[in-house]
């Protein structure tokens, strides 16, 4: 009979994960093994421990026998003997301590002695600590408690030297599994000079080897912020390859491990702020990345991923972070010597095709043999070349590897009947379609049934694009960013060709023509130039002018309201209030009261209607423009030299304070004239992303503030600041001039 949870039989040797455990009898809910074990009972030998326990139970005389052991993955119980179902449901209760012995409840012994039997039980000591518990089940009737202790103690020595050797037999096979993994991979790396073979070698061999869900390698894109995946094993890798899955540099687990140049061990992911999920890969509950670094560079991560939460060893993550900097350098290695040996078959190439077209001028002999090179260098079933004719139309005037070459060639087609070829035509851009049966406006011509990938560069000869050189593979998805760049090298050389032929033909009937009709062209281009330039100078002149006139009879209005009406309406306000001081009769009182009243709203009237006649050149011109244009219209009599600088990125402040600006550089430039003998003035506008401080600094006399403070127009310029919710500071002493600085609230401060 077999060891059960609740009145479920178990039989022998089968193990239970993670048990709970129920007491019928008292009702109550009893609670998990509460020590924490530490043999990992995956490495255990289970059918061993079986028959150790059953010469256990044949040596010592027991009726039953229990092994309780604990690792990553929880407490297993392993039974054997005949158990009564009484005893099943208590032994759940019995807690396993650290220590050397091992106590149980009273009613535990108390049921077993019913059911005439005695526990007694012993700890499974190992090297780093206990390892395990063992219980035995003896009949009640035998006498000799002591020696059953012995004989459990003995019991539980067997076991555990069984569990140690299992232990260490593991640890050897995993560590050689180890060296074996990264001896391979070495091997491999220095073998494979084809990155896609390389990379799909890494991947499947620490797939295997460790047995983990998915691995992954992803390299670093610079350019994009991003890393790409390169290659994956594991029950998702196809679907993730096909997706091109890619993540953000920062972004994530693998995008911080990027940036960061840091490895990164999640043993719960839901527990981790960086975790990204991914809709194909469902099932990952622990995540391990590792950075491919070069030095201080980071080009790449090693991810890897599994189902189970605390997944990663210790010394896989060791192992990992081994082949990570294997791996690392031999990427790069390959990657160079791709690239060194890539580049110099495509020199080799293109002097070959520089000496054919210096060798003749003959077009087609030229353009058969730039087609024929070019699959020296990049592979390619079919290859054509297209050119735009003077009557409109598109001709193949090479072709080569088509089933008929001659039909190819046969071809005539006007431009807009293939409306994939604007791109290459129209922006000069190089094409590539993964796979022409998926694209509605792809025109099948004769003889090229055969195309599924296609990459077309142009031919620009000058400003034109006179037409293309194209290659074609049967297969989708074959060409690469790469291949286009080798295949317009090749267009540029075939386009030389080209323009040689042509300009040979045409230069001697064209060159004089040619000089007249640019020379005519300068010169008309020269005439019309002048003609602008001298039209915008009389409308500037006269925009100046006009906007002088209304500025000046705004003005002229603005005083006369100021100095007579608004005058006048203040000295009736005054003469009122002396009025009604000696006014007894409280009605008329009140009448005199009212008229004070509308004279006061008059005023107030009149003086918004003053500040409305701003200047019309700001209106026109915009603050910057009519302060230029203020500074140079100062009279030659005035004798101040005056200069204004801009810095940081001009914004608008607004109708009301480009007036008050306005205003104060005004009053400010009248102060330095009238006040401060100045002889030169500098205004510096400095825009910063969140106000205008605008800097009025003059060679005048200066003055002390304290007693200049109320004079001098100072209260204007700091009332006309403060009504736009700027602020003023000046700084001038006696024979050292004056400066005058203003802050002005605009920006994305305004907002």
């Known amino acids: 009979m077999g060891f059960s949870a609740g009145d479920t039989p178990v039989q022998t040797g089968v193990s239970l994960a993670r048990p709970l455990y129920r007491d019928d009898d008292d009702g109550m809910q009893a609670l998990r093994l509460q020590h924490l074990l530490t043999t990992d009972p995956e490495i255990a030998d289970r059918q061993k421990l079986i028959e150790r326990m059953e010469r256990a139970i044949g040596v010592t005389g027991a009726r039953w026998a229990a092994l309780l052991l604990g690792g990553e993955r929880g407490v297993e119980v392993l039974v054997s003997g005949d158990i009564p179902p009484s005893i099943h449901r208590q032994l759940g209760e019995v807690r396993l301590r650290a220590g050397e012995t091992v106590s149980f409840p009273t009613h535990l012994i108390n049921r077993a002695a019913s059911q005439g039997y005695a526990v007694e039980g012993a700890v499974l000591a190992g090297i780093e600590g206990p390892q395990g518990h063992v219980v035995l089940g003896f009949p009640l009737a035998e006498r000799g408690a002591r020696r059953r202790t012995e004989l459990v103690r ?25 060296l074996s993994l990264v001896h391979r991979l070495g091997q491999q790396v220095t073998s494979i000079h084809n990155r896609a073979e390389l990379f799909e070698e890494i991947t499947r061999l620490i ?3 460790l047995g983990y869900e998915h691995i992954q390698l992803l390299l670093v894109d610079e350019a994009a912020g991003s890393t790409d995946l390169v290659h994956a094993s594991g029950p998702f890798a196809e679907q993730l390859m096909a997706a091109g899955f890619s993540e953000t540099i920062g972004r994530g687990i693998i995008g911080r491990v990027a940036e960061t140049g840091r490895i990164r061990i999640s043993a719960d992911v839901t527990q981790d702020t960086h975790f990204v999920s991914h809709a194909m890969l469902p099932n990952t509950a622990s995540e391990l990345a590792l950075p491919l670094r070069l030095g201080q560079r980071v080009i790449g991560v090693l991810d890897i991923q599994s189902d189970r939460r605390d997944a990663f060893r210790r010394d896989d993550v060791i192992l990992l972070q081994t082949i990570a900097d294997q791996i690392a350098p031999a990427i790069e290695q390959n990657r160079l010597f791709a690239a060194e040996r890539q580049e110099r078959e495509l020199a080799d190439t293109l002097a070959d095709v520089s000496r054919i077209i210096s060798s003749s001028l003959d077009p087609s002999h030229v353009l058969e043999a730039v087609l024929k090179e070019l699959g020296r260098v990049v592979p390619h079933r079919g290859c054509r070349v297209t050119l735009l004719g003077e009557d409109g139309l598109m001709r193949v005037v090479a072709a080569k590897g088509y089933p008929d070459d001659a039909l190819v060639r046969s071809v005539v087609f006007r431009p807009e009947d293939a409306p994939l070829s604007a791109p290459v035509l129209r922006d000069h851009r190089t094409l590539i379609i993964g796979d022409v049966r998926t694209q509605l406006d792809w025109v099948w011509q004769p003889g090229t049934g055969q ?9 620009v000869l000058g400003d034109d694009c006179i037409g293309w050189l194209c290659i074609d593979w049967p297969e989708p998805d074959f ?118 009243r509308m004279l006061d709203t008059t005023l107030q009237e009149m003086k918004q209607i003053i500040y409305a006649l701003r200047p019309t050149v700001l209106d026109e011109l915009g603050l910057i423009p009519a302060l230029e244009n203020y500074l140079s219209s100062l009279p030659a009599s005035v004798s101040l030299a005056t200069d204004i600088s801009v810095s940081g990125t001009p914004f608008a402040l607004g109708p009301e304070a480009d007036l008050a600006v306005y205003r104060i550089v005004q009053e400010a430039c009248q102060n330095a004239v009238r006040h401060a003998g100045a002889e030169r003035l500098e205004l510096l506008l400095d825009f910063a992303p969140t106000r205008l401080e605008v800097s009025i600094r003059d060679d005048g006399c200066g003055f002390a503030l304290d007693a200049a403070e109320q004079g001098l127009g100072l209260v204007g310029i700091r009332e006309r600041a403060n009504a736009v919710g700027g602020e003023v500071s000046i700084d001038s002493r006696p024979g050292q001039g004056t400066n005058i600085i203003i802050g002005v609230p605009g920006g994305s401060a305004a907002h």
């Open 451 to 459: 195309v599924r990938s296609w990459c077309s560069a142009p031919l």
């Open 207 to 209: 797939h295997r080897s």
């Open 154 to 178: 003995l019991v539980a020595d067997d076991l555990s030297g069984l569990l140690q050797t299992s232990a260490l037999m593991a640890q050897s096979e995993r560590i050689r599994s180890h």
């Open 479 to 596: 060409y690469s960013t790469e291949h286009g760049r080798v295949v317009r090298t090749f267009a540029d050389q075939a386009v030389v060709a080209i323009g040689n032929a042509r300009l040979f033909a045409r230069a001697t009937e064209l060159s004089e023509a040619l000089e007249q009709k640019v020379a005519s062209r300068t010169a008309q281009l020269q005439d019309a130039r002048d003609e602008i330039a001298h039209k915008a100078h009389e409308l500037q002149a006269l925009l100046r002018r006009l906007v002088g006139v209304q500025e000046e009879e705004r003005r002229r209005i603005a005083y006369d309201l100021h100095d007579s009406v608004a005058q006048s309406i203040l000295a009736s306000t005054y003469e009122l209030q002396a009025l009604r001081r000696r006014v007894v009769d409280p009605e008329f009182d009140q009448r005199l009261t009212q008229c004070q």
